[in-house]
């Protein structure tokens, strides 16, 4: 299994980032994929969900109507949309599937000015 996640940079308040994640290893489109995030001294934060088919997105409330998961089971990726960024977005984010143990070496998003 390996998951690969890239686009994460530095951002000014405001702005916005696609994160993506390629997934290989496993049959991506049997799985329930995540972003989670996390920062320094906190637990890791599950971010977003979204189902095998894509039909159904769940968010964690500090970002309902900011971000938005979407993914492409023809090309094993799994995205995050993030607008409207604040310096509470600031964290390392990981993509995961749902069950599977396995983590990528994550992507670090830095909102500031």
């Known amino acids: 299994v390996q998951l690969v996640e890239s686009g994460g940079g530095l951002v000014q308040p405001g702005g916005s980032l696609r994160l993506s994640c390629a997934a290989s290893?496993?049959?991506?489109?049997?799985?329930?994929m995540r972003w989670y995030r996390k920062v320094p001294e906190k637990e890791r934060e599950l971010v977003a969900s979204?189902?095998?088919?894509?039909?159904?997105?769940n968010y964690a409330d500090s970002v309902k109507g900011r971000f938005t998961i979407s993914r492409d089971n023809a090309k094993n990726t799994v995205y995050l949309q993030m607008n409207s960024l604040k310096p509470e977005d600031t964290a390392v984010y990981y993509c995961?599937?749902?069950?599977?143990?396995?983590w990528g070496q994550g992507t670090q998003v830095i909102v500031s000015s």
């Open positions: 995961k599937a749902q069950f599977l143990g396995y």
């Open positions: 979204i189902a095998r088919g894509g039909g159904d997105t």
């Open positions: 290893g496993f049959t991506f489109s049997s799985y329930v």
